[in-house]
């Protein structure tokens, strides 16, 4: 996996595996602030990427048969309405799904990360 400096805190440098003697380096400790910092972005971009999925595949694929298959969109669906109609007016329910999809893996996945997060923050701070 690439590393992006965009994503790591200020001050820190990322370190080659082997240090200069060819011995290999200390690997960061499993658990920590940098490790919840890590599960939490990632989770973050798993959630984006599959929301993102749930909205906008139905949406490409109506698309893609509006295109390719122009005689489809005009047939009659069931209750008289043409199929074009029909898969139009089912966009604004499947983008609602995935606004819930959202939310729901928010509570689920992310925010006990962000709970952790913070809590490592407030452990690693010195007393005043």
């Known amino acids: 996996m690439p590393h992006d ?3 790591l805190p200020a001050g820190h440098r ?4 082997w240090s200069s003697d060819g ?5 960061q400790p499993q658990d920590g602030p940098h490790r919840t910092l890590r599960l939490l972005r990632r989770a973050g971009r798993r959630q984006r990427r599959v929301a993102a999925l749930v909205a906008l595949t139905p949406f490409a694929l109506f698309l893609v048969v509006t295109v390719e298959v122009p005689s489809l969109m005009d047939r009659a669906a069931p209750g008289g309405l043409p199929t074009g109609l029909l898969l139009a007016l089912a966009q604004p ?3 609602w799904l995935a606004v819930v999809l959202y ?4 509570h689920r996945f992310v925010d006990p990360l ?5 809590e490592d923050l407030r452990n690693a701070e ?3």
């Open 5 to 7: 400096s965009s994503e």
């Open 14 to 17: 990322l370190s080659p595996a």
């Open 23 to 27: 011995a290999p380096q200390d690997r």
């Open 93 to 95: 329910p499947v983008t």
């Open 103 to 106: 939310e729901w893996s928010a």
């Open 114 to 118: 962000v709970r952790r997060a913070r």
């Open 126 to 128: 010195p007393s005043s």
